[in-house]
């Protein structure tokens, strides 16, 4: 293992022609609350979280309006800004929490638009370099909702549009309506059901963004059960939860992994995984 990781290890991928990031991001969801629910419990080590992974190469940070609700949007805004140069956050609308452990789907245009504009104004930022609809809503077209998004960024205030819980059919009845630049799906080593999905964003050149990449933890047990993961960790003498980003990493060049922690040490571990070169 490398003693000295660093999220540029993994290489790059560029979202949309014109944003290149490290291919090993940060998901930001657990830096609230139990339950993604209101504030952590130690707001200094969340904030604390946050520039580590800025230290370690990491310039892809995800989240939604939905984590806290509002409360991660607002961390990342009161602890990296002035955001540095090439540092890219992401952030999603449509779903909304009426309580602890609660989400529901909101796919209007109306809310998306809603959602969208405050998202600008607690991130700090004029126009949010990827903006993607968190989940389809049967109540509204997805033609309508992703619609809605593309005229926000014809009015400037979203630079590219993902898309997240899509299906190949539904990423094909929105392509001619917006470019979507990315796609955030669960995926990992047990759970591949998007593999349809992964092979249509490398064919067209999009990002792949996978979430729960190491299955809300279970992969991080020695005894998870996989004997791939086994080999693979030991092989390369690392965690299981490190050989599972390393086989994502190594799955598909349009993978964009997000591993998220509230903890520095377990940060770290991750960021080792994107120095490993597997077979």
Request: aromatic share 6%.
């Amino acid at each position: 293992m490398n003693h000295t990781p660093n999220a540029g290890q993994a290489g790059t991928i560029t979202l949309g022609g014109d944003l290149t990031v490290n291919r090993l991001g940060f998901g930001a969801m657990r830096l609230t609350g139990p339950g993604i629910w209101g504030e952590p419990k130690d707001p200094q080590g969340a904030r604390r979280v946050l520039q580590r992974a800025l230290e370690l190469g990491i310039n892809f940070i995800d989240t939604a309006d939905s984590y806290g609700p509002e409360v991660n949007e607002r961390q990342i805004a009161e602890t990296l800004h002035p955001y540095p140069r090439g540092l890219v956050i992401a952030t999603k609308g449509g779903l909304t929490r009426p309580g602890r452990d609660q989400w529901e789907r909101s796919g209007s245009p109306a809310h998306l638009r809603q959602a969208c504009e405050a998202s600008l104004k607690r991130l700090r930022v004029e126009r949010i370099d990827l903006y993607q609809f968190h989940a389809p809503d049967a109540r509204f077209r997805i033609e309508d909702s992703v619609g809605e998004l593309a005229k926000l960024q014809q009015e400037g205030k979203i630079r590219h549009i993902g898309v997240s819980n899509f299906s190949v059919a539904e990423l094909e009845r929105v392509a001619s309506i917006a470019k979507i630049v990315s796609v955030q799906n669960r995926y990992n080593i047990t759970s591949r059901r998007s593999d349809d999905v992964v092979a249509y964003c490398e064919h067209r050149k999009m990002a792949f963004i996978p979430y729960a990449p190491l299955a809300a933890g279970e992969h991080a047990a020695p005894d998870s059960g996989s004997r791939e993961l086994e080999r693979i960790a030991k092989q390369h003498s690392m965690t299981t939860a490190q050989a599972a980003l390393a086989w994502l990493l190594a799955r598909s060049p349009a993978m964009l992994p997000i591993p998220g922690t509230s903890s520095v040490a377990h940060l770290e571990e991750n960021v080792a995984a994107a120095g490993v070169g597997i077979q």
